[in-house]
């Protein structure tokens, strides 16, 4: 077996899709059940939304026990990377879309700073545009809906996007975990998997189940994955 396939699958939930009413409580069940956690932070422009801030998160991070992956889906990425480091973020992600003229220089900064670089690729963007610092990469997000909303549904030619990700990966003896965002639940847990994604961003479709209590819901995440994949956690 490869060495990507023997890895834990970890999980990874997104905050934008937390009850904002209850964020410490909810916050402190999943300190217990998942493994990192996913903060998109967006400007209404690269993605339609708005949703969390450096401000909330540096207010999650003070009851939250897991590192911290934040997503930036924003047309300006620089004006947060300092922010977000001094809060103590653990690995900012930015969108390889917006990061194509300067992409080393914020790499070097992001790293001196000493946080993990982490790049995101939309649906219809091809590895080859993010090829040239794949070696850098801490983790590689791949978009499998379009960015800026829940709910949406997933797109199964992502599944190749994948595949090949998890080739480079191994061909290349690089250090990435493939990381994937978007519509993730007991029908896409196998498929995932068995392409090579190790970390699975959470939301709507596999934890946050309206009507289901937090804890149980992590936990019926867990048994589904299992129940997919074969795989025991």
Sequence with gaps: MDKNSVSKPMFSPSLMCLDFLDIKNQIEILNKCCDMYHADIMDGHFAKNITLSVDIIKAIIKVATLPFDVHLMVETPNDYIDPLADIGVDTISLHAETIQRDSYRIIRRIRDLGCKFGVVVCPATPLSMVQWYLDQVDILTIMTVEVGYAGQKFIPQMIDKIAEANT????????????????IGKDTYKPLYDAGTRLFVMGTSGLFKHGVEL???????????????????
Aim: net charge negative; hydrophobic share 40%; charged share 25%.
């Design 168 to 183: 480079l990966l191994i061909e290349n003896d690089y250090h990435y975990i493939i990381q994937v965002d978007g519509a």
């Design 215 to 233: 804890s149980k819901a992590c936990q019926i995440m867990k048994e589904e994955f299992t129940e997919a994949t074969g795989v025991k956690l």
